[in-house]
């Protein structure tokens, strides 16, 4: 295999974001993050699976999820999330000819549910993580990933939002408003917070001159509230740096 280093390892120059993407700056991760709903409803919620339901939710601690399907599945996923404590952790789940994913690395109790992405096989029907009959994270059929417009920063880490984009198919007298929610929790008690709103029809995009900052342990909701349910998608991309 031919090997082609960057410029960067002659010292000359190479763009920062390029070289966050190579992995080449110590703490410092890209983060990308795809949300969408063929019904996004009217009500302000993140875009995902299954807001055309259900707002989503969080759990009150961490909890011990099941990964199912309704269909035999042969894949392999990993779960990226957070502990009891907003500490990054990882699990692999693999679906040998079932319909129950079986933990194959780590364990299955998460406090949130960051992403969950196949790294092999593709999904047959939809995959999701529950506890209680609470869906937390999904992936659709045929897909790679889950999504939703979701995130929470991890402990001693900060989150950069340098772009934020959405879409609707809602034009002319129809409209759609964009929202960001977040929210802190201390002692059991959530701090909520409304970062912005902003009432758009068609596109709206967002790309951030100086980074917008979350602190760690934050939860993100990147959210819409259609005029009425119609296809709606954000994407989100930052730059996730361990603190100092």
Known sequence: ?????SITQYERTEAFELQVARGMIAGHSLVNIQGYNAAQPTGFRAVWEQSNLAAYVYPATAVAMAFTSSLAETL????????????????????NASTIGTV???????????AMQ???????????ATNGGIVYAEIAPGLGR??????TVPAN???YLTRAQAYTTNNGSQHCTYRVFSQTIVNGIATPNIVLTAPFTQNYMSTRIVPRGYPEKTDIQWQLSQS?????????????????
Do not use: C, H, W
Request: hydrophobic letters at 40%.
């Open 1 to 5: 295999m031919i090997y082609n280093p």
């Open 76 to 95: 392999t996923m990993v779960v990226q999330g957070l502990d009891e404590n907003y500490v990054i952790k990882t699990a692999i789940v693999t679906f």
């Open 104 to 114: 194959t690395t780590g364990t299955n109790v998460f406090f949130r549910i960051n």
């Open 118 to 128: 196949v790294i092999s096989g593709t999904p047959a029907d939809t995959i999701i």
């Open 146 to 151: 889950s999504q939703a417009s979701i995130y």
């Open 157 to 159: 880490y900060t989150f």
């Open 228 to 244: 009425n349910p119609a296809p709606g998608s954000i994407q989100v991309e930052g730059i996730l740096i361990k603190n100092v």
